[in-house]
Each structure stands twice: as C-alpha cells, then as structure tokens.
C-alpha cells in the first residue's frame, strides 16, 4: 500500500506519518527515508525533533537527500517506508548547489518521476509532502517554479498512490482509497 499524506507546515503530518507506517509495517522492518540535508540550525533542531518523536518505534534511518532511489540498493523493499518529505527532496534537486541560486530546473520532473518509481517499487510507503502551492500570492521565479513542481508531484503521487489524505491544523482528511487498519 502506498499513502500520500501532504498538508501545512506543522499539521501534524510526520507524526501521523510514523503512526501510518508502523501500521504497515505490522512488526515488520520500517525505514525512515530522511530527505533534509540540514542547511542551518533551524534544520538541524529539526531533524533532532523527528529523531526523538521516532525514538523507540524501530525506524532504521536511510539518510537520502538525493537520487532516491539509491536508497533500495541496500534496503528491503518488502519493509514499510516513510519518505519525509518530497519537499526537501524536491528543494535538494532543484539547487544542486547551495552556495549558489542556480536552478536546475530539469530536477524537478526527475525528481517526479523518481518518486513515482519508488512508491512502486516497495510494498508500502508513506510519502510526505508540503502544501506550500495552495495560496493565491505571487513569488518571485524561482519560488514559482519550486510550488508548480511540488504540486506536479503530489499530482503524479495522488494518481498512483493507494491513499492520498490532506493534513490540515491537526485534521486529517481523506480524499482517496482507505486507511489501513
């Protein structure tokens, strides 16, 4: 089973995500597909935050901030996987470079199709991803290319996952498929 699971910033979403996962999993191996590369502190007590809320759940961390699909090469694709998140995903393959703002703009639909190929590849996965497209604001270019490609992707997502659920302020609603119980 595959679940796409995209909302705001702070809605609960990684929490719910683990939950998910460890449904799936059912006592079986779980990975955590970690898709930050840590750019600044903020990052960085970020990524210390959603180690400690999976602390003691069995999660084996895959550290894959880019070329995803690298991460099956050594991982058993019968497991259950959290991908969090295509956003960081997306934003790593966008700016190759950090030091600069050159824009790989090709990165993104590679980027899509990766993701795509990876959720059929494993028996089950949560996908995260951001809502960061739905507000009506004009940004400058490059930011505008970054939401038009992640609603690409949650798109293509949405079309091949078994369940797609939107997170909202802590409410999750379920636009697709069933939850697995």
């Known amino acids: 089973m595959t679940i796409l699971l995209s909302g705001g910033s702070k809605s609960g979403k990684s929490l ?3 939950e998910l996962t460890l449904r799936l999993a059912n006592g079986g191996r779980r990975y955590y597909v970690a898709t930050m590369i840590p750019a ?11 180690l400690a809320e999976r602390e003691g759940m069995g999660f084996e961390t895959i550290e894959c901030g880019r070329e995803l699909l690298a ?3 050594t991982a058993d694709r019968n497991a259950a996987f959290l991908l969090d998140s295509t956003t960081a995903l997306l934003m790593n393959a966008l700016f ?4 600069s703002c050159d824009m790989d703009e090709n990165a993104a639909a590679r980027c899509a199709d990766e993701l795509v190929v ?3 590849s494993v028996r ?3 996908i995260v991803s951001d809502y960061l497209y739905a ?5 400058d270019g490059s930011t505008e290319v970054f939401r038009k490609a992640l609603a690409h992707i949650d798109r293509k997502l949405a079309a091949v996952c078994d369940v797609v659920i939107e997170a909202a302020a802590g409410n999750f609603m379920l636009r697709k498929g069933e939850l697995p119980r």
């Open 16 to 18: 719910f995500a683990q």
């Open 40 to 50: 600044d502190d903020e990052d960085r007590t970020r990524i210390r935050r959603h």
């Open 71 to 73: 991460c099956l090469q």
């Open 96 to 99: 190759p470079n950090p030091a």
């Open 118 to 120: 990876f959720s059929r």
């Open 124 to 126: 089950h996965a949560v």
């Open 135 to 139: 507000d009506a604001a004009r940004y």
